[in-house]
């Protein structure tokens, strides 16, 4: 057990829907990231924040959207759903920066868009 | 942006040694390195850091050549719980981060 947390673990919707995933970090980690695996995929990095503010951008799309609360919680937000967006999406937390710190990732969220 | 491995994809019986490389066209400050069994979350191996630090498991090895931007992770006397897709990760900057396209690792008894 990582200690990051995920919510809900499946999820499946209809295609022009909006979803919101859900993730908690580990204790005391002020980092989250936001990753997409597609089947047999490698790791897409969508997105990064640190202590609530944005720090860096990956490949997320304009119908896809961040955010970090004050408690380090973050959501997903995933809006005007395709079928190619049926994904696993996976989130991690680290103490610090991507570059010098080990990333724990959480179980994911299989997201199905039918 | 993507860091490209190789190879592919690997074969190997218990006991046998492997190599998987991880190659970036950017300049690289810090490598790391994943593995994911079938259906789970990645979980950290190690990280190499520009100027020859590193982090991880005693039982994991890895090298960071800076100047090609290239790391290479040694797997030796392979067990079949090593079996899984490696990722490595690259990070540009100290937030920036990339996964590479994975190496697909199967020991077989």
């Known amino acids: 057990d990582s200690g990051v947390t995920q919510t809900p673990k499946h999820l499946i919707t209809a295609t022009g829907q909006r979803v919101t995933l859900r993730c908690s970090p580990r204790?005391?980690?002020?980092?989250v990231y936001w990753y997409q695996q597609s089947l047999d995929q490698g790791l897409q990095f969508l997105i990064q924040?640190?202590?609530?503010?944005?720090?860096a951008k990956g490949n997320i799309l304009e119908r896809f959207s961040a955010q970090q609360f004050p408690d380090l919680h973050s959501e997903l937000n995933l809006s005007s759903l395709e079928l190619g967006d049926s994904a696993l999406y996976f989130c991690a937390s680290s103490p610090g920066l991507a570059g010098i710190n080990e990333q724990f990732f959480g179980p994911g969220t299989r997201l199905t868009v039918l | 942006q993507q860091p490209v491995q190789s190879p592919q994809a690997v074969i190997l019986r218990e006991g046998e040694d492997a190599v998987i490389n991880c190659s970036s066209s950017?300049?690289?400050?810090?490598v790391h390195w994943y593995r994911q069994k079938h259906g789970e979350a990645p979980v950290f191996l190690m990280i190499?850091?520009?100027?020859?630090e590193q982090k991880g498991h005693e039982k994991i090895s890895a090298s960071f050549n800076e100047k090609k931007q290239q790391s290479s992770l040694y797997l030796t006397a392979s067990q079949l719980s090593y079996s899984g897709t490696y990722f490595c990760?690259?990070?540009?900057?100290?937030?920036?981060?990339?996964f590479g396209t994975g190496t697909s690792l199967t020991v077989i008894p």
């Open positions: 190499l850091l520009k100027g020859g």
């Open positions: 990760g690259t990070a540009r900057t100290g937030n920036q981060f990339y």
């Open positions: 950017k300049a690289l400050y810090s």
């Open positions: 204790s005391g980690d002020l980092s």
């Open positions: 924040y640190y202590n609530g503010e944005e720090r």
